[in-house]
């Protein structure tokens, strides 16, 4: 059974910095493209950053570029994101997902929660 566990979520000030990690098991983690999303309060999930299966290419939303960078470690079957210069508007859940390069397969972790504040 497919498990994603994000950690690393916190209470930060604005201008600091935080590292997300994703714990994954039950699936075969090379096959996977990995993907960071967030959802902040009365909105929509939004895509952050995304990592291919080789840890190429990578791509990120406008609102995170040059802040956030996200990386994978294949032998401990994890993928990272790290996040800089944190903003007011970076506060959100942020979410862990997995999409099977071949078939599509999809799956999510239960989120950790950012808060930025001063």
């Known amino acids: 059974q497919a498990q994603l566990v994000e950690s690393g979520g916190g209470l930060v000030q604005p201008g600091g910095s935080l590292r997300l990690s994703c714990v994954t098991s039950?699936?075969?983690?090379?096959?996977?493209?990995m993907s960071w999303y967030r959802r902040a309060p009365g909105q929509e999930r939004e895509f952050v950053a995304a990592?291919?299966?080789?840890?190429?290419?990578?791509n990120y939303a406008d609102s995170v570029n040059g802040r956030f960078t996200i990386s994978r470690d294949d032998s401990k079957k994890t993928v990272f994101l790290q996040m800089n210069s944190l903003k007011l508007e970076d506060t959100a859940m942020y979410y862990c997902?997995?999409?099977?390069?071949?078939?599509?397969?999809?799956?999510w972790g239960q989120g950790t929660q950012v808060t930025v504040a001063s």
């Open positions: 990592i291919g299966t080789t840890g190429y290419p990578t």
């Open positions: 997902k997995a999409r099977n390069n071949y078939n599509g397969q999809i799956y």
């Open positions: 039950g699936f075969r983690f090379s096959y996977y493209v």
